[in-house]
DNA sequence: TCCTGTGAACAACTTCACAGCG
DNA sequence: CGCTGTGAAGTTGTTCACAGGA
């Protein structure tokens, strides 16, 4: 069973992480795939076929035990360990991402980083910060893995090179960067605008 | 040509939209399947079979005049007229959304919401802020069609259900809603733990 | 019995390849 | 000739339906 896996079904997979963290709440320790299914409004074939992509979790007649089933999707996703991650931007996006509580899903804001004196040097919510100048360093030397873009758009090029050449291995980015980077590595968006206008035209198409 | 349109083609309708106005800076006035292609790494057959859904934009040997592509693409996704928005939740997130330009891009926050007593009664960017508590009034009386969600979670289906109320005919949501709505209205997620969780799958299965 | 895991059928999406028009 | 628009082919993703184990 070790075929391409769909992108569809790595970001249900994260779905399937929340619906878990929800049922945990509740005390139980089995869960059926139909469960994973009403929760995320799809059909529990399409939740067999994706846990069986990784192999067997399931206990045949009785489910999934949801302590072994959340320690299989964090070993898949890569988050059974926390990732290091630096944050570029200290604007409204980058306070927002310093005070949500990213380390539960496992990942560790451990440097920011801006270019207005004013901010440098300083701690917010507990995350000290670095000016960009320093980027490559600092990356290096805490061995950052990832990178949070959230700075205005003209300087999302830059800050994306500098992250790749200080060992960041991957980007998620608020602004759009013009490619091409350094090396490539995995670049992912969120577009706030684009998905505005994705929901714009469902809206339309309901009329 | 009126078959079910794939909701990838949406998406990257918006893509060919950024594409547009960073080419319209440029001063040209024809652009072909290729370069929209390019800009969004795509193959250029997909670009024609993306906009042929439509309609027929393009002249053979030559390509689409930028400016009737972009008031076409707008009109698909609804955004040839400004889409009025209120906004819960004047957090980070919420303030980062009310400095965006958003305008540019069709949509124009009316009103914000809060429950935040010092916040009241203030202005934020141009925005008036309310009380949660007024919010299917004032949904109402300002004719907001969408609602952008950006309260903490607990919040969330309360905020959401009381936009659906005041007409909101869409919502977009930073937090996990615990459906069932009152009323099936479409409804999108920015989701940033799922998407560093994506980014870590890549960046493991890189390796 | 009940629920998982999976071949096989089906559906959706993308690419190919070229007809047809400017 | 060059580029669009589109059947047809190819590829990818989802659902069906049931064998098989607990």
Redesign the pocket.
């Known amino acids: 069973?070790r075929k391409?896996i769909?992108?569809?079904?790595i970001r249900r997979l994260t779905h399937y992480l929340r619906c878990i963290e929800f049922i945990k709440e509740t005390g139980a320790e089995i869960l059926?795939?139909?469960d994973l299914a009403t929760f995320c409004s799809?059909?529990?074939?399409?939740v067999?076929?994706d846990?069986?992509y990784f192999g067997?979790?399931?206990?045949?007649?009785?489910?999934?035990s949801i302590s072994e089933l959340e320690k299989h999707i964090k070993k898949i996703l890569g988050i059974d360990r926390t990732k290091k991650v630096g944050l570029a931007g200290v604007g409204n996006i980058g306070r927002a991402l310093l005070n949500f509580p990213l380390l539960k899903n496992g990942f560790s804001i451990e440097a920011a980083f801006d270019i207005r004196d004013e901010l440098i040097g300083k701690k917010i919510n507990g995350v000290m910060v670095y000016h960009e100048n320093d980027m490559i360093k600092v990356f290096k030397e805490k061995q950052l893995e990832m990178g949070i873009i959230a700075v205005p758009q003209q300087a999302a090029l830059d800050v994306a090179n500098k992250m790749i050449e200080g060992g960041a291995k991957g980007l998620l980015s608020f602004a759009l960067i013009q490619c091409p980077l350094k090396k490539k590595v995995p670049l992912r968006y969120i577009e706030i605008a684009a998905e505005l206008e994705i929901l714009s035209y469902e809206i339309e198409k309901e009329e």
Not at 6 to 9: G, H, I, N, S, V
Not at 42 to 46: E, N, P, Q, T, V
């Open positions: 069973m391409r769909p992108e569809a079904t059926q795939s139909r799809i059909s529990d074939s399409l067999r076929r846990l069986s067997e979790f399931g206990t045949k007649g009785v489910g999934y």
